[in-house]
């Protein structure tokens, strides 16, 4: 089974090169066990949540069904690594240890395996149990619990064994060629020092969260007048819409965007968008994954959301890549940061979303309320992954979206976006 388009590349199209990670990470647990290895050496995070598991009867049931009600008939009794299918939660716990306490994504034949986790979870993800499960509260304190010990594994030295120049390392050619440069041209886009050990990164997740060199990605001196709205990260679109609802049926397949959930149902500021233009677009897994403002003003609200980890939208069956095909749900469900701006006019109030993804679910906000920015001020960032964005507009004004050429590197066509480019021109709506 082969998927075309990955959205962003968090894992690679080619389920082979999957197979042959997951693999991997097989005979480490295995040789573990031979070593005399026992569930007495998990982790404290992966023994709470197996406690949660077999103490709760609905929760026991649930993560018994999830793996029951993926259909053992082919491709589903193989997981989306082509191995055959994890049935057992047993199994998921030891696979989630040996992830939290010794793996950096690196490249597996030419490609990243930045969602781990996922190509555990995928299928249960997609059964009406594994939704049930993973829309829980008490698991998903669990399952941060889990990825909290993960980033103390990515933060630290120890994960600077992915930064070297093999063809599994990020300083390697297929790494290079992935992220769009090469060993001579990453350090005049991206901050570093080659002549020390790592290139300078202390971390992963340092080299992860990596900056641009000044004047890379400057905001155009035609672009900085208030009128022009510029991309607040490097990214690819997904959807643009006008008329937002207040509530709508963000479950079902067309997946609609809801602005009472997104917005937290704050009720100071979601009345001011109903009516209102969304504009989304994801962040690719080899690129910048920091976000900068994308107009001049003042910010006035900062709201941290804590959400979901793994659910993804029912209706979307078992999605390869999950959760890919639910991008514009899981901006209701997933952990968010919000930031509010008031922007010079005619922009006025807009809102700034940043959105987590599977264990990519660390948002750090940079700003504080009541500070002055300009476009391409930084905003905050994403930890140890990526994943989408949106920015909301009111009803009050027009938003006119300027041309981007189409890359066709998968179909269909995207557009990608250039961290500071010119994405839109405002006007103020005329009024009835």
């Given at each position: 089974m082969i998927v075309k388009h990955r959205v962003g590349g968090w894992l690679p199209q080619d389920h082979r090169v999957l197979q042959k990670w997951?693999?991997?990470?097989?005979?480490?647990?295995?040789?573990r066990r031979e070593q005399g290895s026992t569930e007495d050496d998990w982790d404290d995070s992966i023994k709470a949540l197996k406690a949660l598991i077999e103490g709760d009867p609905v929760i026991y049931m649930g993560f018994h069904q999830m793996f029951e009600q993926v259909p053992t008939k082919p491709p589903y009794d193989k997981d989306p690594t082509g191995k055959p299918q994890v049935r057992d939660y047993l199994v998921m716990l030891d696979m989630l240890n040996d992830i939290i306490t010794s793996y950096a994504p690196d490249f597996e034949q030419n490609d990243l395996v930045g969602f781990p986790i996922n190509a555990i979870l995928d299928w249960p993800m997609g059964t009406p149990a594994?939704?049930?499960?993973?829309?829980?509260?008490?698991?998903?304190?669990?399952?941060?619990?889990?990825?909290?010990?993960w980033v103390k594994y990515l933060i630290s030295e120890k994960s600077c064994s992915?930064?070297?120049?093999?063809?599994?390392?990020?300083?390697?050619?297929?790494?290079?060629t992935a992220m769009g440069t090469t060993a001579n041209t990453f350090e005049k886009l991206y901050v570093c020092d080659k002549k020390k050990p790592h290139w300078g990164f202390n971390s992963w997740d340092d080299f992860f969260t990596r900056q641009f060199v000044p004047g890379v990605r400057d905001v155009k001196d035609e672009d900085k007048v208030d009128d022009v709205v510029t991309s607040a990260c490097e990214s690819t679109v997904v959807a643009r819409v006008s008329g937002a609802k207040e509530r709508d049926t963000f479950w079902i397949k067309e997946q609609p965007y809801s602005l009472a959930d997104i917005l937290n149902h704050n009720q100071k500021y979601i009345p001011q968008f109903v009516g209102g233009t969304i504009h989304q677009a994801f962040l690719s897994a080899t690129k910048y994954h920091r976000w900068h403002s994308p107009v001049n003003g003042t910010i006035v609200h900062v709201e941290n959301v804590p959400g979901t980890y793994y659910a993804e939208s029912p209706v979307m069956g078992f999605d390869p890549a999950a959760p890919n095909d639910s991008q514009a749900f899981i901006c209701t469900m997933a952990a968010r940061a919000i930031i509010y701006i008031q922007?010079?006019?005619?922009?006025?109030?807009?809102?700034?979303?940043?959105?987590?993804?599977?264990?990519?679910s660390s948002c750090e906000v940079t700003v504080q309320e009541g500070k002055k920015?300009?476009?391409?001020?930084?905003?905050?960032?994403?930890?140890f992954g990526g994943s989408t964005h949106c920015l909301i507009f009111r009803p009050d004004v027009n938003v006119s979206w300027v041309p981007h050429k189409m890359v066709d590197i998968y179909p269909p066509p995207e557009i990608q976006l250039l961290l500071n480019t010119a994405v839109a021109h405002v006007t103020a709506a005329r009024s009835a």
């Open positions: 997951l693999a991997k990470r097989v005979a480490r647990v295995d040789q594994g939704y049930q499960m993973f829309t829980t509260k008490a698991v998903n304190d669990r399952f941060k619990a889990i990825l909290d010990v992915v930064l070297n120049n093999e063809d599994n390392g990020w300083f390697g050619a297929p790494a290079m922007a010079h006019e005619p922009v006025g109030l807009m809102c700034f979303m940043a959105v987590g993804m599977a264990e990519v920015v300009k476009k391409g001020d930084e905003l905050g960032m994403f930890h």
